[in-house]
T-cell receptor
Framework: DAMVIQNPRYQVTQFGKPVTLSCSQT?????MYWYQQKSSQAPKLLFH???????NEADTPDNFQSRRPNTSFCFLDIRSPGLGDAAMYLC???????????????FGPGTRLLVL | KNQVEQSPQSLIILEGKNCTLQ??????????LRWYKQDTGRGPVSLTI?????NTKSNGRYTATLDADTKQSSLHITASQLSDSASYIC????????FGDGTTLTVKP
């Protein structure tokens, strides 16, 4: 089945220790997004790629970086995680596929990050 | 500022009952409105998507309505099941997507 995969599902890191979260997709979508979601809050868009074009949200901290080496993979790098960065990180994709809506975002299961 | 407001914030109903969740928005111009279901600890899953010209869309026991004039949408759940317990998120797009904070639904036996 075509899907959005996130690894790992749970990630524990230490305060200040760099961490990388990964996302892959088999939907062949050209747009990939990274969201941060804290408890009982709406997902907050950090940045997205339209093909290889990187689009950063104005209020995304410099601590958060992203890489998209190819269509299928996208990475979220947190250079120096703080306690406030503990959250669920959601990867999503969108794009034209047969039978699918261009606008619908398909979300992965998320990676829950814990910062000790 | 584009906003999406959902009500109620939380809702508890008995299994088998119907319920309706509300979404009011100020996003303009309007492209589409989507309802997602998010189970605890999981990513959101799309339920419905409606464009400006659509005023109702169904997906099984889920029926979404849209009134673009009053900028209101509702999600009606029929014959609720225990598995309907989740957060329901309304997302309105005008190029960029604006998320509501969600309604947490709990279905009790």
């Amino acid at each position: 089945d075509a899907m959005v995969i996130q690894n790992p599902r749970y990630q524990v890191t230490q305060f200040g220790k760099p961490v990388t979260l990964s996302c892959s997709q088999t939907l062949n979508h050209n747009v990939m997004y990274w969201y941060q979601q804290k408890s009982s809050q709406a997902p907050k868009l950090l940045f997205h790629y339209y093909d290889k074009d990187f689009n950063n949200e104005a209020d995304t901290p410099d601590n958060f970086q992203s890489r998209r080496p190819n269509t299928s993979f996208c990475f979220l790098d947190i250079r120096s995680p703080g306690l406030g960065d503990a959250a669920m990180y959601l990867c999503a994709t969108s794009g034209r596929t047969s039978g699918g809506s261009k606008e619908t975002q398909y979300f992965g299961p998320g990676t829950r990050l814990l910062v000790l | 500022k584009n906003q999406v407001e959902q009500s109620p914030q939380s809702l508890i109903i008995l299994e088998g009952k119907n319920c309706t969740l509300q979404c009011n928005y100020t996003v303009s111009p309007f492209s589409n409105l989507r309802w997602y279901k998010q189970d605890t600890g999981r990513g959101p899953v799309s339920l419905t998507i409606m464009t400006f010209s659509e005023n109702t869309k169904s997906n099984g026991r889920y029926t979404a309505t849209l009134d673009a004039d009053t900028k209101q949408s509702s999600l009606h759940i029929t014959a609720s099941q225990l598995s309907d317990s989740a957060s329901y998120i309304c997302v309105v797009s005008a190029g960029k997507s604006t998320f509501g904070d969600g309604t947490t639904l709990t279905v009790k036996p």
